[in-house]
Nanobody, 122 residues
Framework: QVQLVESGGGLVQAGGSLRLSCGAS????????MGWYRQAPGKQRELVAS???????NYADSVKGRFTISRDNAKNTAYLQMNSLKPEDTAVYYC????????????????WGQGTQVTVSS
């Protein structure tokens, strides 16, 4: 009932920048948290950054000072601005959204995007 569309991944040289976008659509009443996770080959998926509806943010230590998460509540869209990229940032990046559906019971939901590849060359 909730669809996520991610965009913005690609290949960039070390020190470069990319901006990821994640748009949510469907039977949404409200969105509490939007976040970006990443998974590199052979590693577990890890939180990169998250943002609440009130604008509170949380970052992994490895990206603090380089990545910035933001959101447009009116568009149900989150963005991840990634600067000073490093080869170790190479991974598939997944958007995650948690909120409540526009149903009688306002059932909570959690959805994942399909993932977008980010590759940073040295």
């Amino acid at each position: 009932q909730v669809q996520l569309v991610e965009s913005g991944g690609g290949l960039v040289q070390a020190g470069g920048s990319l901006r990821l976008s994640c748009g949510a659509s469907g039977n949404i009443f409200s969105i509490k948290t939007m976040g970006w996770y990443r998974q590199a080959p052979g590693k577990q998926r890890e939180l990169v950054a998250s943002i609440t509806s009130g604008g509170s943010t949380n970052y992994a230590d490895s990206v603090k000072g380089r990545f910035t998460i933001s959101r447009d509540n009116a568009k149900n869209t989150a963005y991840l601005q990634m600067n000073s990229l490093k080869p170790e940032d190479t991974a598939v990046y997944y958007c995650n959204v948690e909120g409540r559906l526009a149903t009688i019971s306002f059932r909570p939901f959690g959805s994942w995007g399909q993932g977008t590849q980010v590759t940073v060359s040295s």
